[in-house]
C-alpha cells in the first residue's frame, strides 16, 4: 500500500467540510499545496486557488472541499434538534446514525433518531422516514441546555470520521466525495512541477450546493481547459442491473461522457482516452447520466470552456462511509498528469 497516499485522504477524508464551512480540508489542501505551487491564495467565497506558472494553455483542475452535511434549524423545548440536509443525502443512510456538530468552541456528538419502531403504524414501518421525522439526540434535556453547549439554529452537522484500511488496497470513510479528488489533485501538483503549461489546481467550495464555488473561480482563472477531478458513484452491488452499473470499483478511473451538468466537450474526451491507451493506464466510462460536478460551472463561464470530468469510483457515496479502491485513485493521478503533459508538444 501506499501508506502516503493513504495517509493525506485519511486527514482530508476525516477533516470537517459542509457546504460554506470548508475551513478545516480549506487549511490542509493550503499547506499542501503550498508545498508544490508557485502561488497560493484564497478567493473572497473560499476557493483555495494554486497556480503552477507556465506557458499557454492556461489549464484548471478542480476539486470540491465540501461534503454533504446537514443545517440545524430548529431546537425544540426538550433539546431534540430537527436539520435540513446540505447536498443529496438519502434518507435511508440517516436513522440511527452518529454526527457530529461544529460550535464555535469544540465538537458535539450526536445521534439521528426518530420515533420508536414499536410505535409505528404498520404502513409507517414499511418505508424509512422522512426528513421531518428525524431529530439529532446531542443529551440534552432543553433547549437551554443545548444552547449552553454552543449549539444553535444553524449550526451545521457531519457524519462521524471513521476511516479504515480494508483488505485488498481498498479504503473507507467519509467524505470520499470528494476528498479522494481532492487527494488526487495535490499529487497531480507534486508530479507537474515541470511542465510547461500554466496550471491552476483549485479546491472548490459548496459544489454540493449547486456547483457555487467553481462558478467564481473560474471567472477568475479564465482557463483554456477545464477538469474536474470527483469521487463518483460506483454501483458494481448486489441488486444493481448491469446497464444500470455507473462504474465499478477496481477497474480504474471513470471518464464522464455526459451527466447532468454538462456534456463532455469532444476534444476533451478524445484527448483523455488517447491519454489513458497512450500510457497504458486503465480506465472506464462512467455509464450513467446522473449527477452533476464542478465541470458544469467551469463549461458555462464567460465564452465557454472545454471541460470534462475524472473520477475515483467509490461505493456509497453521500452516506456515512465510502469504500475506494487504491489503485483506482493512483491511476486518477496518472491519467491527470498525463493529461496535462499531453499539451506541452
Not at 180 to 189: H, P, R, S, W, Y
Not at 302 to 323: F, N
Request: charged share 25%.
Amino acid at each position: 500500500m501506499n501508506h502516503e497516499l493513504i495517509d493525506l485522504l485519511r486527514k482530508l477524508s476525516e477533516a470537517y467540510g459542509p457546504p460554506g464551512y470548508e475551513d478545516e480540508v480549506r487549511q490542509i489542501m493550503i499547506k499542501e499545496l503550498e508545498k508544490v505551487a508557485d502561488e497560493v491564495y484564497v478567493d473572497n467565497l473560499g476557493n483555495v486557488i494554486a497556480v503552477h506558472k507556465g506557458n499557454n494553455p492556461k489549464i484548471m483542475l478542480a476539486a470540491h472541499m465540501d461534503e454533504v452535511a446537514l443545517l440545524i434549524t430548529h431546537i425544540d423545548k426538550n433539546g431534540f434538534l430537527r436539520f435540513h440536509v446540505l447536498g443529496g443525502i438519502d434518507p435511508r443512510v440517516l436513522y440511527s446514525q452518529e454526527v457530529v456538530i461544529k460550535t464555535e468552541n469544540e465538537f458535539v456528538n450526536g445521534y439521528i433518531g426518530a420515533k420508536p419502531p414499536h410505535l409505528l403504524k404498520p404502513e409507517e414501518r414499511k418505508k424509512a422516514p422522512d426528513i421531518d421525522q428525524l431529530f439529532i439526540d446531542i443529551g440534552a434535556s432543553s433547549k437551554e441546555e443545548v444552547e449552553k453547549l454552543g449549539v444553535s439554529v444553524g449550526s451545521t452537522a457531519t457524519f462521524v470520521p471513521r476511516f479504515k484500511e480494508l483488505k485488498n488496497n481498498r479504503v473507507m470513510g467519509k467524505a470520499f466525495d470528494d476528498r479522494a479528488g481532492c487527494t488526487a489533485l495535490i499529487e497531480v501538483m507534486r508530479k507537474i512541477r515541470n511542465s510547461p503549461c500554466t496550471v491552476y489546481a483549485v479546491a472548490t467550495v459548496q459544489e454540493e450546493v449547486g456547483l457555487r464555488g467553481a462558478r467564481t473561480a473560474t471567472w477568475q482563472v479564465e482557463p483554456d481547459i477545464g477538469l474536474a477531478i470527483e469521487g463518483t458513484t460506483s454501483s458494481d452491488t448486489p441488486g444493481t442491473p448491469e446497464h444500470l452499473t455507473s462504474t465499478k470499483v477496481g477497474q480504474g478511473p471513470a471518464i464522464t461522457i455526459a451527466d447532468k451538468s454538462m456534456v463532455t466537450h469532444p476534444k476533451i474526451l478524445r484527448r483523455l482516452i488517447e491519454t489513458a491507451k497512450e500510457n497504458n493506464i486503465p480506465f472506464q466510462f462512467k455509464r450513467t447520466v446522473s449527477g452533476g460536478t464542478d465541470a458544469g460551472s467551469i463549461h458555462l463561464t464567460k465564452k465557454g470552456i472545454p471541460a470534462g470530468v475524472v473520477s475515483v469510483p467509490c461505493r456509497y457515496i453521500h452516506s456515512p462511509l465510502s469504500i475506494l479502491d487504491l489503485n483506482d485513485l493512483e491511476n486518477t493521478i496518472k491519467l491527470v498528469d498525463a493529461f496535462v503533459h499531453s499539451y506541452e508538444g
